[in-house]
């Protein structure tokens, strides 16, 4: 069963992105269905945005997003209503990676609060857009 979802695309080099509504299909082998609760938005989506990337357009943006698990075929691995967290910075192992992550930040040598600029609505990406290329923030996270 295909399942309709928001999704924020750039349509053309440098153009205002937009909210839209598409259609994924039911995860295959190796795949999860997720619901996502939020999404950084960063400087690699703004430089898909401008075309820095690759002019292959239009582009789903959006690789920072965090969520619940709702199908699977990795019900093994995650159980359902687990967290799964997508990222390009590479794997993390959460019993090893997320305690040690947690010490470090409550020692006061991580600070996770950095990472984070503002958090935003879906409907403001644009506007995320438009401070990161001011510099004005590093990254918002967009809550769902
Ligand atoms: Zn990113």
Redesign the pocket.
């Known amino acids: 069963m295909a399942h309709e979802v928001r999704a924020v695309v750039a349509r053309a080099k440098g153009a205002p992105v937009s909210v839209e509504t598409i259609v994924v299909p039911d995860p295959g082998p190796g795949e999860a269905l997720v619901k996502v609760e939020a999404c950084?938005v960063?400087?690699?989506?703004l430089h898909y945005r401008e075309g820095a990337i690759g002019d292959d357009f239009p582009f789903l943006l959006g690789?920072?997003a965090a969520g619940r698990v709702e199908a699977v075929p990795l019900l093994d691995v995650f159980g359902r209503g687990g967290a799964l967290k997508s990222?390009?910075?590479g794997d993390c192992l959460p019993s090893r990676d997320f305690p040690a992550l947690i010490d470090l930040y409550l020692g006061g040598r991580f600070d996770l609060d950095a990472f984070v600029s503002e958090t935003i609505d879906l409907g403001d990406v644009e506007k995320a857009f438009e401070k990161m290329h001011r510099g004005e923030v590093l990254?918002s996270v967009v809550v769902l």
Do not use: I, L, M
């Open positions: 950084g960063c400087h690699t989506d690789h920072e990222s390009w910075y990254r």
